[in-house]
């Protein structure tokens, strides 16, 4: 039964010589050849590899936060001779040579790396549906699409096939997942997690984060895998404190936003009770529910939509078949081996997105989408940098609906974008969020409901502090779907 | 009718640092095929770029020589286009916001090619746009069946420099170029060789009627490998233009390539004309502020070839030529400097580099930098000729025989036994023999015919083997025959 423990409770486990990292991944593998059959939540299995890294982590002193302990990895974040297919035909057979730094973290925290999770197509979709290779399906209800797009990293959490993932946030891409899986999930401060090695989706929106099974245990992951790095411009030099130390102190007294226009309609009423009662419980808990504004709402998903597929169209030309990956059978000429290496590499949501991300930056177009949206993306920033003069954190649902079923939104893609309306936002702001499990839409089946907790950048020790607050005082973490 | 041209450079300089422009690899010219590389410059999935910020001082260090604004904020951005040589499918690059604006370069006559000196007239200035800082990408191969790239030089730190139309013939062009090139080996940033494509050189020529005020129809130039192979691509496509324009045929906006073993320009595909770059901001890199690194550039300055040549006319008093011809190569005016310095006589140290050594190297094809001759030689040598140890005769083969040997003056003087004989007591030996020997010439002398004088003084030196000072001899035999 080792693979029902939390992150937290295997690390102690291995510190107190319970259990040896061998145990643990053999744990794993045994769960995971049972539930993968059904759940499909890995690409990869490289077993071998890591059950050699955890005999090295026995016989090491185990002085790592994280020794010994397995962690997942969303199969778009480079770890050195492994694939890292990012769920594409276009890179099918392609192995990285080089590790991201969030892995060379983990390793120098202890951990050992183990299972390559499913993901939609280049982390372009919400349901994991865009995999290229396989449905990953919602443990709760196997008939449901587990979110996306790290649908496998929050499956393969909630189902005990992993301690603990990491995932990457484009638009909601942990937290959403996390929500409809009922796990928790939490993208950093853009800046907060390197993101050299993982592979780039919309550069400016993208990071890397844990996915996990209590609020402390993201708190661990966190711990581990924050910080400035050389190799990533973009990454920001605040010092990294501990963050579990914010666990376990009062929310007595703190003020909660809850904005006005993220209560309307649009939010299934069910999933609308479940928050509806998340809050109050906040209430009772002794913090300050505030409603606050943040007007530019209604623009959040067009905006990010223009400025991800903006990034995206550039990001993803250099999958030519050129240097790497797959190359179509004979081409004729260069431009011939470019566009069937692309027509067949890629799939339809990509090609839309890549698409529609050339058509903004064309000539001509350029101010009227691309510079519009950066202008409406500083308004948005403002929006919440204003609400974080009157609060300290903001509640929202994480998703308006519960996973919903293969293939039920997969003609329209406009419907799928909407249902971000809730996590995209807060990449375009570059703050930091987190989704705990905060109860049960019981009908049509029982799934569960995400609370997104969001913090101001830099925020994450009052998320974390907020989201443990609220775990310890409510059961839903608890529940295992029965698989 | 007469035509005039109208002509616009577009330079791109490889800059002379250790790494490259946004990884870790060395910067090197001529290592094997794919052995200067990383994930980063081979746009492996996932990786970032780190900005060299070396590049970007010599950037600024360039636009400082060049008399440019130097832009406090600058930034980075992406141009799209699919190319095999471009690993990532996008250049980064500057659009809009370049780290150099308007600059210029004065023309000095030295810098025109030598048979069109005499027709320079006044000095001109041309404008000089920008500059800015690029990516440089890779080298392909065009084998018989297959093609092959060496990603070598891609990633290489490239400038562009960006000149005004104010050209107007390919002299200017040559002279525009030698300048450029002089300067930015004065500055230490690049090796600027054009046959290694460390400097590479697009012309932009149109032609027009004399009086005319609108541009004619634009043509450029690619493929030119030396200075004067630009100064001939120019001066074909003028005479080719004027030739078309005078039998009244359009021309057409293209690209041309230059064939340097033909002597013609011929066009290419004219397809990239609708090109669009997308250009966006690089999201992966931060803007710069060049005013952190200001003072530091600025010391770097170095005397500039116009500034240098003022000051060795001013302080050693040399010739517009000889400074003109020293200040053209920053290592020829070194090497003058050092010889120069300990002397009395600075003009005859120039004289003896800008004659002698200078024909020497020239005939054996050899550089400055690997004269036989080294500079406090040829200080030695003066210093012999000044205090008449030698005559100047003896300099010229003991010369002959430092470039031939490589040794010291003073060493060939001695073993050959050069040296002038002063001594009055040898001197006095042989005059007295040349006036028992020759009572004719005495006579002659003793009765008003001065030039008998020298007959004697050629007898005296025959005695002596050339060794004897001539103006002493000159006083001896006065002095006895007038006794
Ligand atoms: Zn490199």
Redesign the interface.
């Known amino acids: 039964m080792a693979h029902r423990l939390s992150l937290r409770e295997a690390a102690e486990n291995i510190r107190q010589r319970k259990l040896s990292s061998v145990e643990l991944v053999q744990a794993l593998h045994t769960r995971i050849r049972k539930i993968e059959p059904k759940l499909e939540a890995f690409l990869h299995d490289d077993f071998d590899l890591a059950v050699k890294q955890a005999a090295q982590r026995d016989a090491q002193p185990a002085d790592g936060p994280l020794h010994g302990v397995p962690v997942a990895i969303k199969d778009?974040?480079?770890s050195a001779g492994r694939p890292?297919t990012?769920a594409s035909m276009m890179?099918k057979d392609?192995v990285?040579?080089?590790d991201?730094t969030v892995i060379r973290k983990l390793e120098t925290a202890g951990a050992v790396v183990f299972g390559r999770l499913n993901m939609d197509e280049f982390a372009m979709g919400s349901s994991t549906e865009n995999s290229a290779f396989q449905k990953t399906k919602n443990p709760w209800d196997l008939a449901r699409i587990p979110g996306g797009s790290s649908g496998g990293a929050a499956a393969a959490v909630a189902a005990d096939e992993c301690f603990g993932a990491l995932g990457s946030d484009t638009g909601g891409s942990i937290r959403q997942p996390a929500a409809f899986c009922g796990c928790v999930g939490l993208k950093p401060t853009y800046g907060r997690v390197s993101?050299?090695?993982?592979?780039?989706f919309a550069?400016?929106l993208d990071q890397i984060g844990p996915v996990t099974k209590t609020a402390y245990d993201s708190a661990l992951l966190l711990n581990a895998i924050s910080g400035v790095d050389?190799?990533?411009?973009?990454s920001l030099p605040q010092p990294v404190p501990d963050y579990t130390k914010y666990l376990g102190r009062d929310i007595k007294g703190l003020k909660l936003g809850l904005p006005k226009e993220y209560f309307i309609e649009g939010l299934d009423p069910r999933v609308k009770q479940v928050i509806d009662q998340a809050i109050r419980h906040f209430g009772s808990l002794g913090a300050k529910l505030v409603e606050i504004s943040l007007p530019q709402t209604p623009h959040a998903v067009a905006t990010y939509y223009v400025i991800a597929t903006?990034?995206a169209?550039?990001n993803l030309?250099?999958y030519?078949g050129?240097?790497?990956g797959l190359r179509t059978e004979k081409p004729g000429d260069?431009l011939d081996m470019?566009f069937r290496t692309r027509a067949e590499g890629f799939g339809p949501e990509v090609k839309r997105r890549i698409i529609l991300g050339?058509y903004v930056?064309?000539?001509g177009y350029?101010d009227a989408y691309?510079l519009r949206a950066q202008k409406v993306r500083t308004l948005i920033r403002r929006d919440f940098e204003k609400a974080f003069t009157q609060c300290d954190a903001i509640l929202t649902p994480t998703s308006p609906t519960v996973a919903f079923k293969f293939g039920e939104k997969t003609d329209d893609p406009l419907q799928m974008y909407l249902a971000d309306i809730y996590t995209i936002a807060v990449n375009l702001a570059g703050i930091c969020g987190i989704s705990v499990p905060c109860g049960f839409v019981e009908k049509p089946a029982r799934l569960p409901v995400g609370l997104q907790i969001l913090g101001p950048a830099f925020g994450e020790p009052i998320i974390l502090q907020v989201a443990h607050a609220y775990e310890q005082s409510t059961p839903w973490h608890l529940e295992k779907p029965n698989l | 009718m007469d035509y005039e041209s109208v002509i616009g450079l577009e330079v791109h300089v490889q800059l002379k640092t250790k790494s490259k422009m946004f990884c870790a690899c060395q910067n090197k010219y001529g290592s094997p095929p794919n052995t200067q590389v990383c994930p980063v410059c081979l746009g492996l999935p996932g990786t970032l770029p780190v900005m060299n910020e070396q590049a970007v001082k010599m950037t600024v260090l360039t636009g400082m020589m060049l008399g440019c604004e130097i832009s406090p904020y600058s930034k980075f951005d992406r141009k799209n286009y699919f190319y095999p040589d471009m690993p990532k499918n996008y250049q980064i690059s500057q659009y809009d916001m370049p780290l150099c604006k308007s600059g210029h370069i004065d023309l000095v006559k030295e810098c025109y090619p030598k048979d069109a000196q005499n027709q320079v007239s006044a000095a001109k200035r041309i404008g000089i746009t920008r500059i800015h800082l690029e990516e440089d990408v890779a080298k392909s191969f065009h084998l018989e069946t297959t093609s092959s790239i060496d990603f070598n030089r891609a990633g290489t730190p490239l400038m562009e420099i960006v000149s005004e139309p104010d050209i107007n013939t390919p002299e200017e062009a040559f002279a525009y170029l030698s300048t450029l090139r002089q300067i930015l080996l004065y500055g230490k940033v690049s090796d600027a060789d054009m046959e290694k494509g460390q400097m590479r050189c697009d012309c932009n020529i149109s032609v027009r009627p004399v009086g005319q005020k609108e541009f004619g129809t634009k043509l450029e130039i690619k493929n030119m490998n030396t200075i004067s192979g630009v100064r001939r691509a120019l001066a074909y496509e003028i005479q080719r233009q004027t030739g078309c324009l005078k039998k009244g045929e359009n021309l057409t906006q293209e690209t041309r390539r230059w064939d340097e073993a033909a002597g013609q320009t011929f066009g290419m595909r004219s397809k990239e004309m609708a090109h669009d770059y997308r250009y966006f901001p690089e999201p992966d890199l931060m803007p710069v502020d060049t005013a952190v690194f200001m003072n530091e550039v600025k010391s770097w300055l170095p005397e500039l070839p116009a500034a240098k040549k003022q000051r060795f006319m001013s302080d050693y008093r040399l010739t517009d030529y000889n400074a003109g011809v020293l200040v053209a190569d920053l290592e020829l005016a070194n090497f003058f400097e050092v010889g120069a310095a300990p002397g009395k006589n600075p003009n005859a140290v120039a004289n003896w580099v800008v004659n002698d050594l200078l024909r020497d190297l020239s005939e054996s094809k050899l550089a400055i930098a690997q004269s036989p001759i080294k500079p406090l030689d040829i200080a030695e040598l003066v210093e012999f000729c000044e205090s008449g140890k030698i005559s100047s005769r003896q300099a010229k083969d003991v010369f002959v025989e430092m470039f031939k040997t490589g040794k010291m003056p003073h060493r060939i003087i001695e073993e050959k036994g050069l040296s002038q004989v002063s001594d009055a007591a040898a001197l006095e030996t042989w005059c007295d023999e040349a006036i028992a020997a020759n009572p004719q010439s005495v006579e002659a002398y003793k009765s008003g015919k001065t030039t008998a004088l020298n007959h004697l003084k050629g007898q005296v030196m025959k005695l002596s083997k050339g060794k004897a000072n001539p103006k002493t001899v000159d006083g001896i035999l006065i002095k006895k025959l007038s006794a």
């Open positions: 778009n974040i480079s890292c990012c890179l392609y990285a040579p080089y991201a993101r050299f090695g993982l592979v780039a550069s400016s050389p190799m990533d411009s973009s903006a990034e169209s550039s030309a250099r030519d050129v240097r790497y260069v470019y050339t930056l064309s000539s350029y691309y």
